[in-house]
């Protein structure tokens, strides 16, 4: 039978069935490049974990590295610190100790000098009592115009003997004002 007195049906069913052939080999190509596109997306994400984890693995060194050295430096610091502080305390000492009072006096005779703040810390009531009686009289007659110079005087006189302390040895301090009680200059 020749293509022309093929019945319509007989066309279709034909033209079906070489549809249906393509599409097969169609959906098999189809399937192959699917396949093949999955391989490829799994050793894609194969490497990606695998630099994944390197990545991490790095990382985990790099922070041990950085808490090693974070730890070492703190113990430095912490060293330095004690250092520091127990020569401060060591300096605090020699400046607190009742056996020489020399700082603190010096300082209090220039600042508060004509109160006589500096001879009570040296244990001479007498002189304080008398260099705080005299300002307080200078106070009085300021008014006045007396008590400016006697103020003066007594202030003049603090910061004479404030400058003299600060100015001598420990040892000569200690000797001359504290075993030695000598109570002006």
């Known amino acids: 039978m020749s293509e022309e007195n093929k019945d319509p049906e007989d066309k279709a069913e034909g033209a079906f069935d070489k549809a249906k052939g393509k599409a097969k080999k169609t959906a098999k190509e189809a399937k192959e490049k699917a396949k093949e596109f999955a391989e490829e997306a799994k050793e894609s994400a194969e490497e990606a ?6 990545f991490a693995e790095e990382a985990k060194e790099s922070a041990k590295e950085f ?20 020569e401060f305390s ?3 000492k020699g400046v ?14 220039i ?12 244990g001479y009531q ?13 106070y009085v007659l300021f008014c006045v115009g007396v008590g400016v110079f006697i103020v003066w005087i007594t202030g003049l006189i603090g910061f004479i003997e404030g400058i003299i302390y600060l100015t001598k040895s420990d040892e000569d301090f200690y000797n001359t004002y ?3 009680k000598k109570p002006w200059f």
Not at 96 to 109: Q, R, V, Y
């Open 49 to 54: 974990k695998e630099k994944a984890k390197e």
């Open 67 to 86: 808490a090693e050295e974070t730890k070492e430096a703190a113990g430095d610091f912490a060293e330095g610190a004690k250092k520091t502080a127990g």
């Open 90 to 92: 060591e300096g605090m």
């Open 96 to 109: 607190t100790e009742s056996d020489n009072k020399k700082i603190l006096a010096g300082i209090l005779a």
């Open 111 to 122: 600042l508060l000098g004509s109160l006589g703040i500096h001879k009570f810390i040296l």
């Open 126 to 138: 007498k002189e304080g009592f008398i260099l705080l009686g005299v300002s307080i009289v200078g």
């Open 178 to 180: 504290q075993a030695g």
